[in-house]
């Protein structure tokens, strides 16, 4: 059966605190667990040696979707080395301590069984395939690989172009962001918060959201199972 998955890593995750590493595996757990009740997206994660990640998504044509919710979700985390040591004020200098790569691969899946923990087959071979060029290309830090080789071309440059803009994002704006992704309203995002709506309106369009709502919807289309 076809499937997505999603290979991913923390950049300079070393630099985390030791505290940080349990502190890191219960905020993916809250991923985990609530993400796919509230966006509808049928997936599986699981966090491998620490800083590493592979999720299983059943709904092919969301996979760009629930990969940029993963990223800003990551990028929104605050390392404990970030709260004692970094200025608060520069919120674009602590984004550049750390950050996250994410590789995603189409194509069947032999196993994919949450239970067991066990995942084999095409799609997370290519995910695992693409991380390692990542890394060592050091060039980017999202790729797509598909089995239908015509899409991957067109997704690669949309996804290329999100990826733009998130790496360039502050962990406010990839909070915002994560929850606009989601689907919650900006009065809903100003509650959860504690901020006003029109801040989460400014914020909003700083971040260019309803050009990365345009090209998430956009990849849904171009991606079919």
Same mark, same amino acid.
């Given at each position: 059966m076809? $499937? /997505?998955a999603?290979?991913?890593?923390? &950049?300079?995750?070393?630099?985390?605190? &030791?505290?940080?590493?349990?502190?890191?595996?219960?905020?993916?757990?809250?991923f985990?667990?609530?993400?796919?009740? &509230?966006?509808n997206?049928?997936?599986?994660?699981?966090?491998?040696?620490?800083?590493?990640?592979?999720?299983?998504?059943?709904?092919? !044509?969301k996979?760009?979707?629930?990969?940029f919710?993963?990223? *800003?979700?990551?990028?929104?985390?605050?390392?404990?080395?970030?709260?004692?040591? /970094?200025?608060?004020?520069?919120?674009? /200098?602590?984004?550049?301590?750390?950050?996250?790569?994410?590789?995603?691969?189409?194509?069947? =899946?032999?196993?994919?069984?949450?239970?067991? !923990?066990i995942?084999?087959?095409?799609?997370?071979?290519?995910?695992?395939?693409?991380?390692?060029?990542?890394?060592?290309?050091?060039?980017?830090?999202?790729?797509?690989?598909?089995? $239908?080789?015509?899409?991957?071309?067109?997704?690669?440059?949309?996804?290329?172009?999100?990826?733009?803009i =998130?790496?360039?994002?502050?962990?406010?704006? *990839?909070?915002?962001?994560?929850?606009?992704?989601?689907?919650?309203q900006?009065?809903?995002?100003?509650?959860?918060l504690?901020?006003?709506q029109?801040?989460?309106?400014?914020?909003?369009? /700083?971040?260019?959201?309803?050009?990365?709502?345009?090209?998430?919807?956009?990849?849904?289309?171009?991606?079919?199972?």
């Amino acid at each position: 059966m076809r $499937k /997505a998955a999603i290979s991913a890593d923390i &950049v300079r995750s070393t630099s985390f605190e &030791v505290e940080d590493i349990e502190k890191f595996q219960k905020y993916l757990k809250e991923f985990f667990e609530t993400v796919p009740a &509230v966006s509808n997206i049928d997936f599986w994660g699981r966090l491998v040696k620490g800083d590493e990640i592979e999720i299983v998504c059943s709904d092919i !044509n969301k996979i760009s979707r629930l990969a940029f919710l993963l990223k *800003c979700y990551v990028k929104s985390y605050a390392p404990i080395f970030e709260v004692k040591y /970094a200025n608060p004020a520069d919120d674009k /200098a602590l984004q550049k301590k750390y950050g996250v790569r994410i590789s995603v691969g189409v194509g069947e =899946l032999r196993i994919n069984d949450p239970i067991t !923990n066990i995942i084999d087959g095409d799609a997370i071979y290519r995910s695992g395939r693409g991380l390692k060029d990542i890394s060592s290309s050091k060039r980017n830090t999202f790729i797509y690989s598909s089995d $239908k080789s015509e899409q991957d071309e067109y997704v690669n440059v949309v996804c290329s172009l999100i990826d733009v803009i =998130l790496n360039n994002a502050t962990s406010r704006q *990839c909070e915002v962001l994560y929850y606009r992704i989601l689907g919650l309203q900006e009065n809903e995002i100003a509650i959860k918060l504690g901020i006003s709506q029109p801040t989460v309106n400014k914020i909003s369009n /700083a971040i260019s959201w309803n050009v990365v709502n345009d090209a998430l919807s956009l990849l849904e289309n171009i991606i079919k199972i």
